[in-house]
């Protein structure tokens, strides 16, 4: 046994066996070695197919008619193939098909994923405002389609465009600014920031101005804002001691009904302005109605025929809570006595009073001195 070369395939194979393993062709028995070139070629052939040396068949075939002669089996220089040959090309042609039709699947679901892929990240870079995720899609699908390049590059264009505007409106501090930027990008990432910033500006103003108007203002800019507890406290505060327009007209009203009351000599009046009991009167601790009837009856002396009590309009008023909605106030002023004798003679007196009314709304004490002129 020796190994030879398969004279179809070229594969090594031995030159007893019946059909070489790799592409199905008969050996035993059909090949054999050129005698002038020893290569390896099927002994059907006329010649050899190397150096065209003739073929024991072929000599014969030259004899004379009356000798007989074998015609060869192979008149082609390649040999008819064998069932075994076209069943090996068959399996080689239908495995190569197979696997480009597995290739082919593949692609096509690779490409698929790789679409779903680039739509999912531009989908995500178009709702997003932070200028990392659109570059990182623009660097990442460098293939993508162009519409879709476009929008992301426009896009970023956009947010750099408002990031340089948001810079220029926090160094300015503007509120204006503020608003401005907060109206041209409503879905903003620096919302929270812009709103806290407001808020912040508009508290401040209205603590500064510390009325009930600045802070009432604040309460309805911002309802629901950083600093409304602040602000009801503060308002509660101010209430507490800023004196209304209605409670200055209700003590005026007060106190020229008590000096009044006195100019007609009206006890019974005079009574009504004051409380049950007064913690000083004109230096009294503990005084009662009946105590100021009896300073109004010293004052109207024998020789004296009239007498008017004139106040001054130079009110000063502080208030104070005592209790949940209820308020004391302290009243200093000045006022005017006229007095007219039974001889026709006036004197002119003035006088510093500071009062006390009580959250019952009554005269609580009260103090005279004389202004000497």
């Known amino acids: 046994m020796a190994i030879i070369k398969c004279p179809e395939c070229g594969h090594n194979v031995s030159d007893k066996a019946p059909v070489c393993p790799s592409c199905g062709v008969e050996i035993a028995g059909k ?63 239908a495995g190569f098909l197979i696997a480009l039709i597995v290739c082919g699947v593949f692609g096509y679901y690779y490409l698929d994923a790789k679409n779903a892929r680039e739509l999912e990240a531009y989908q995500f870079a178009m709702q997003s405002q932070d200028p990392d995720v659109l ?46 930027y907060l109206e041209k990008y409503p879905g903003t990432s620096h919302k929270t920031e812009i709103l806290h910033r407001i808020d912040s500006a508009d508290w401040v ?19 629901d804002g950083e600093h409304v507890d602040d602000a009801n406290m503060a308002m509660k505060q101010l209430d507490a001691s800023t004196v209304k327009p209605e409670e200055r007209t209700a003590i005026v009203k007060l106190l020229r009904r008590f000096f009044q009351s006195i100019n007609s000599k009206n006890e019974g009046e005079l009574k009504e302005t004051v409380s049950d009991n007064l913690s000083s009167f004109l230096g009294k601790i503990d005084a009662t109605p009946e105590d100021v009837v009896t300073y109004m009856n010293k004052i109207y002396k024998s020789d004296v025929s009239n007498m008017n009590w004139h106040l001054n309009n130079d009110y000063k008023i502080d208030k104070e809570a005592v209790g949940e909605d209820e308020y004391e106030y302290s009243v200093r002023f000045s006022a005017t006595q006229d007095i007219e004798k039974t001889d026709d003679t006036m004197q002119k007196s003035h006088f510093r009073i500071t009062t006390r009314v009580d959250k019952g709304g009554k005269i609580s004490s009260m103090d005279m001195s004389k202004i000497v002129q």
């Open 31 to 93: 090949v054999s070695a050129c005698p002038q070139c020893g290569n390896i070629y099927f002994k059907a052939l006329p010649e050899c197919p190397y150096c065209h040396h003739q073929t024991v068949m072929a000599s014969a075939a030259a004899q004379p008619p009356h000798e007989p002669v074998e015609q060869p089996k192979h008149t082609n220089t390649a040999p008819t193939p064998s069932p075994r040959r076209k069943k090996g090309h068959g399996a080689l042609w």
């Open 135 to 180: 570059q990182n899609y623009l660097d990442n699908f460098k293939d993508a389609k162009q519409a879709h390049i476009d929008s992301v590059q426009t896009h970023l264009s956009l947010i750099r465009q408002g990031d340089q505007e948001w810079q220029n409106a926090i160094v300015s501090g503007s509120k204006a600014e503020l608003e401005a």
């Open 205 to 223: 103003q209205a603590l500064s101005q510390n009325t009930s108007g600045a802070l009432q203002r604040y309460l309805n800019q911002h309802p």
